[in-house]
């Protein structure tokens, strides 16, 4: 469980993220959602520690992460993964590399602990014979899907995706999604996802977060969506004219 | 403003420095990249610097001989004058400036990169301490193999001192062993050698500086390969005069 108490965070004169609170469930898929420019980011950079926070307090479980010295932020970041927009996978190094990083940086495992470790993780996001590629050599699924590769490799009970399926058609984005719903499920880890992506909401949506200009404006369940009376929500859930029809039939 | 700019990037220099020079997580991780550090700062360079240092050799021998007419000055002057140009000035600061160009700019659009493709966050996000794991590696290689970057200097730059010098005749090959003999002072070599060991560090630290702060997209990576550049290029040109007044004084 990861929960957030009245966070602030401001660039300059400029709030970007104004008081917001809220708290995700674990074993469950949280996203958060909002227009380009909306603090998505910044608020998963603040979450993750790559941005202080101006004041408020970040909950892992029961540790204040936002209070804790820098060695103490590190052993809570060993079980965190994090899925970034481009997969910032290392170009240097092969597909098997990447998934082998964390285990080399921070376990005792042998080689071969370690090359089996690399090769079920592979496996579990559904890649094989890419392990000697490097990232140049791979399509934008690809790279997603060894990024979570990547990401699970330490087991870790905490994980966070920046558009995971941006740059995605829709066929792969519903792989990628799911692959993310069911990894959490299965690991019991608590996983927040950025999100523009409506069809992400709809799929895996257990618990959706609406941000607008760095406020909190509404939380719920993907089912609550649609029913929601609140403008800058609707603005961005019924932006599409497709959307538009299907809120008139699910209204009739 | 400028005294503002400049104290924050010291200020800021400093801090990255001491991140740099933290605790690694895994040594074993550290010595691997270390060795391609190795190959990819000094071996690939062995090349330009054999090229550079062989033309510039042949051309200070033929400007020192140009200088040198007449009956007054003895032929091996010319080979002295060489030898003292390439193993005080040359093979130090002339290639420190040469790497600054290749070696910096190549380290600094390397981490920029990595930092405008995220590459640095997921290093920080997984526990690692991103500026000692990318930017340590590189000092201690450099600092490690560009002597043995200025060592080749200096041997190609003479020999090719010697080359130009016999086949165009304005020396004789005795000529030019005895003058690069003459009144040699190994000192010279220990002096060229400490500078190079500075120069390597700020040519790796500043560019690391450069790249590691990089932000936006690939215009500003290229503007942060180009003030790695400069700015090694400028602090190793103080440093050489720092230097040389107190290692010659």
Not at chain 1, 161 to 166: G, I, L, M, R, W
């Amino acid at each position: 469980m990861i929960e957030l108490q009245n966070i602030v965070k401001s660039f300059a004169d400029r709030v970007v993220i104004d008081d917001i609170t809220v708290k995700f469930e674990e074993g469950k898929t949280n996203l958060i959602i909002g227009q380009s420019g909306s603090g998505k980011t910044v608020l998963l950079k603040c979450i993750v520690g790559l941005f202080d926070i101006d004041s408020g307090h970040i909950f892992y479980g029961t540790d204040d992460f936002s209070n804790m010295d820098f060695m103490a932020k590190k052993e809570i970041r060993k079980q965190i993964g994090m899925v970034f927009q481009g997969g910032a996978l290392f170009d240097s190094h092969t597909v098997q590399e990447n998934v082998m990083f964390p285990l080399d940086m921070f376990t005792n495992m042998s080689i071969r602990q370690r090359i089996e470790r690399v090769n079920f993780c592979l496996d579990r996001v559904r890649l094989e014979k890419v392990g000697k590629l490097y990232p140049s050599e791979l399509s934008g699924g690809m790279k997603k899907r060894v990024s979570i590769a990547r990401a699970i490799a330490l087991n870790p009970k905490y994980l966070f995706c920046d558009e995971p399926n941006s740059g995605l058609d829709p066929q792969t984005s519903i792989v990628i999604d799911n692959l993310i719903k069911e990894i959490t499920e299965e690991y019991n880890m608590t996983t927040i996802i950025n999100t523009h992506d409506m069809n992400s909401v709809m799929e895996i949506g257990d618990m959706v977060v609406f941000i607008y200009q760095g406020k909190k404006i509404w939380e719920g369940t993907k089912d609550d969506i649609f029913h929601v009376d609140n403008k800058y929500l609707n603005d961005f859930v019924f932006a599409s004219p497709l959307s538009k029809r299907i809120r008139k039939l699910a209204n009739k | 403003m400028i005294n503002k700019g400049l104290f924050y990037h010291i200020g800021q220099y400093f801090i990255l420095m001491s991140k740099v020079f933290a605790k690694p997580e895994k040594h074993k991780l550290y010595y691997k990249q270390f060795l391609r550090e190795i190959e990819s700062l000094g071996i690939n360079s062995l090349g330009i610097i054999a090229i550079i240092s062989a033309f510039m050799g042949a051309v200070i021998t033929i400007q020192t001989a140009y200088d040198m007419t007449g009956a007054m000055f003895p032929r091996y002057l010319i080979a002295l004058t060489a030898r003292d140009s390439i193993l005080l000035e040359f093979s130090s600061t002339m290639v420190a400036l040469i790497l600054a160009g290749k070696v910096g700019s190549s380290i600094a659009s390397e981490l920029g990169t990595m930092r405008i493709s995220e590459q640095i966050d997921a290093l920080e996000i997984m526990g690692v301490n991103s500026a000692g794991y990318l930017i340590l590696p590189k000092i201690a290689a450099a600092v490690f193999f560009n002597p043995v970057l200025t060592l080749l200097s200096m041997l190609v730059g003479i020999s090719g001192g010697w080359l130009i010098g016999t086949l165009t005749g304005v020396i004789t090959t005795e000529e030019y062993i005895y003058g690069l003999r003459w009144s040699l002072n190994s000192y010279y070599i220990t002096y060229a050698l400490v500078k190079t060991v500075v120069f390597a560090f700020i040519i790796t630290s500043v560019s690391s500086y450069y790249g590691y702060n990089a932000s936006g997209g690939a215009i500003e990576v290229g503007k942060s390969s180009t003030k790695a550049v400069v700015y090694s290029s400028v602090v190793i040109l103080m440093f050489n005069l720092i230097l040389t007044k107190l290692l010659l004084s």
